[in-house]
């Protein structure tokens, strides 16, 4: 697969072949979901908590008699049937991460780089580099028609760049290790730098 390369001003400057096997496969909506669902179950805090009867504050004295009252025989106050009482197997806090195997995590990255691929909203520029203005940076944005995008780099940032990226609505930057089926799917645009669509060949190879 060929595609354009162009710089941030908007010229071309050449072309980059990319490798059918990461960016030409069908994708499977069924692969992509299984990677997200996995990435924002392992991102959720699970600190939810609920106090039980042994936690509220109520007295625990007896309420009233056993016998006699016509009433059904309780203890205190703390049983859950009451109101601001303990809550009976409520949430506690834990993990909502399971395991998912790397090969499969791996597929899942191929497939949301060839989604874009498919939906024409992948695109390649030579080098994402800045002298840090963001003022600068967010005209040739807008003059490129990038709305929601995010741009993955080689091994690392530009730290100009990331300096300007980082005032801009809609603008993410990730180096390649960094890169994800969420943050991939989840913008309208992906902006791979030359170096960052070899890094990522040899990270999926």
């Not at 996995?38 to 805090?45: D, G, I, K």
């Not at 197997?89 to 989604?115: I, V």
């Not at 840090?132 to 780099?153: E, F």
Request: charged content about 30%; hydrophobic content about 35%.
């Amino acid at each position: 697969m060929k595609l354009d390369v162009i710089k941030l001003d908007g010229e071309k400057a050449g072309s980059v072949e990319l490798d059918e096997a990461l960016f030409g496969l069908e994708p499977r909506a069924d692969i992509l979901h299984r990677v997200v669902r996995w990435q924002r179950n392992n991102a959720q805090q699970g600190t939810h908590k609920v106090k039980t009867r042994s936690e509220t504050s109520y007295s625990t004295k007896k309420i009233y008699r056993q016998k006699g009252t016509g009433g059904a025989r309780h203890g205190d106050r703390n049983a859950p049937i009451f109101r601001k009482g303990g809550i009976y197997k409520g949430p506690t806090p834990r993990s909502h991460g399971h395991d998912l195997p790397k090969k499969f995590r791996k597929l899942g990255l191929m497939h949301a780089l060839s989604a874009k691929a498919k939906e024409g909203a992948l695109v390649v520029i030579d080098t994402a580099e800045s002298d840090g203005k963001t003022g600068a940076l967010a005209k040739q944005v807008k003059n490129l028609g990038w709305k929601r995008a995010l741009v993955i780099d080689g091994a690392s940032v530009n730290e100009g760049f990331a300096q300007a990226a980082r005032n801009i609505e809609g603008l993410d930057i990730l180096p390649t290790m960094g890169a994800n089926v969420y943050d991939i799917l989840k913008r309208d645009t992906l902006v791979l730098t030359k170096a960052g669509v070899e890094a990522l060949e040899a990270r999926l190879k």
